[in-house]
């Protein structure tokens, strides 16, 4: 029953998260707000949505290992395997600059994180924690990102008009619209419910560990809406909008999602997600390193990433 029960958990965050995006991303064109702000926040922050629930949900219910698990895994996922899909689907060049300086804002997000969990080696305290205060932290440097992503969405303003002066669009229907949203939304909280109860009854069957739940099942699960996104992306040949979404979904993820649950409740570090934060940290900087040297990446590029995460899970299982 739990097997069943999670696989309804996942398909409702699957079409939640669709519809979510849909319905926001719908109100917002109506609104005249910039495609690059829909982009960047509403498609990003709507596919990572279940990562959030889930993590909040884990955290509410003292599931730390499943909160981070989550988090460290689903990023490790959307830069390896689902960059790695979206680039053998349909190279990917990174001409935007705004994706460009994105990909330095996960990284510095990242190796945030990693000081912030090091209680024991930088502080000499006897346990890993991600305090309220750390959350906070976390939190501010969203704050920080968002006023970015906002003075951009300002300066492109003026071509937004002009756009909107030279193409006529029909009137939204706004009643469907916001069905749309409010509804994703619903199945969004239902559904990282199901995940986060019946994953961890799973794991305790098998064995496993909150953590190892948390790096495989929670963190394929809810990184599916991203899969699906940018592989339809890619299939369109909008590679800026593919890779913003997965770099805008691993910010979110690490600044919202850890903040916001770290916030609810502090949240224990175990010892064995630092190698998994290190390698997401050293992934980070590989997919900078494509974005910044031949501003694209390629299907080479994308097989190396694909391969990087199936030796990736190997490993994990077989740690546990």
Avoid: C
Avoid at 86 to 104: D, F, G, H, M
Avoid at 152 to 176: H, L, M
Avoid at 292 to 320: D, P
């Amino acid at each position: 029953m739990s097997y069943l029960l999670l696989i309804l958990g996942i398909a409702l965050l699957i079409k939640g998260a669709d519809f979510f995006v849909e319905g926001a991303s719908s109100i917002a064109r109506a609104l005249h707000v910039s495609p690059l702000l829909i982009g960047l926040t509403i498609v990003a922050f709507g596919t990572s949505s279940p990562e959030a629930t889930v993590s909040i949900i884990a955290a509410l219910e003292e599931n730390a290992g499943v909160a981070i698990g989550n988090v460290v895994g689903s990023n490790i996922l959307n830069i390896t395997f689902v960059v790695g899909i979206t680039a053998l689907i349909n190279p990917l060049k990174v001409e935007s600059e705004t994706i460009r300086k994105e990909i330095p804002f996960t990284l510095l997000a990242s190796i945030a994180l990693l000081i912030l969990v090091s209680d024991m080696t930088l502080q000499s305290l006897e346990a890993n924690f991600i305090t309220r205060s750390d959350g906070f932290i976390f939190l501010l440097f969203f704050a920080v990102f968002l006023y970015y992503i906002f003075e951009v969405a300002r300066n492109s303003r003026e071509k937004i008009k002009e756009e909107a002066s030279v193409s006529k669009t029909s009137s939204p229907s706004w009643g469907k619209n916001s069905i749309y949203t409010i509804g994703g939304l619903v199945a969004i909280i239902i559904g990282g419910d199901l995940v986060v109860d019946h994953a961890t009854v799973i794991a305790y069957s098998f064995g496993m560990s909150e953590t190892l739940v948390g790096l495989t099942i929670v963190a394929i699960g809810t990184s599916l809406p991203e899969l699906i996104t940018s592989i339809t992306a890619a299939i369109k040949k909008e590679g800026d909008i593919a890779l913003g979404n997965i770099v805008g979904s691993n910010i979110f993820n690490i600044l919202f999602v850890l903040g916001a649950a770290s916030v609810i409740s502090p949240l224990a570090v175990d010892s064995k997600i630092f190698v998994d934060l290190i390698l997401m940290i050293v992934l980070t900087l590989i997919l900078l390193v494509f974005s910044r040297t031949s501003f694209r990446v390629g299907r080479r590029e994308g097989t190396f990433l694909v391969v990087a995460y199936i030796l990736y899970m190997i490993y994990i299982i077989i740690r546990n």
